[in-house]
């Protein structure tokens, strides 16, 4: 379902550690070689900061969802949980920031 290139578009809400700002980017989502990894990589900008990521995405073991070790351009890292719902097409990240 993730696999391609998509433009982005889209609104950062002020949070904590981070100013409301416009994202505009490409993102691009492809298997790894055996399919059980994708590979998904963030080129763009948010606000006027340019911003890129690559992220592993795995099949998690634990309520269907799917771990996201992601590796930020500016040196930081995390690990997010992926899922979703009920076939709505709905997809929520979680995790910690």
């Not at 409301?20 to 980017?25: E, K, Q, T, V």
């Not at 006027?48 to 099949?59: D, M, P, R, S």
């Amino acid at each position: 379902m993730f696999v391609g290139t998509w433009a982005a578009q889209g609104q950062q809400y002020k949070g904590p550690i981070r100013p409301a700002a416009s994202i505009s980017a490409v993102e691009t989502y492809e298997w790894l070689t055996g399919e059980a990894f994708l590979v998904h990589r963030f080129e763009g900008r948010v606000g006027v900061a340019e911003a890129e990521c690559i992220e592993i995405i795995g099949h998690g073991t634990q309520n269907q969802s799917y771990c996201m070790h992601t590796f930020y351009n500016n040196g930081f890292t995390n690990e997010w949980q992926l899922s979703g719902s009920d076939g709505d097409g709905t997809w929520t990240r979680t995790g910690d920031w």
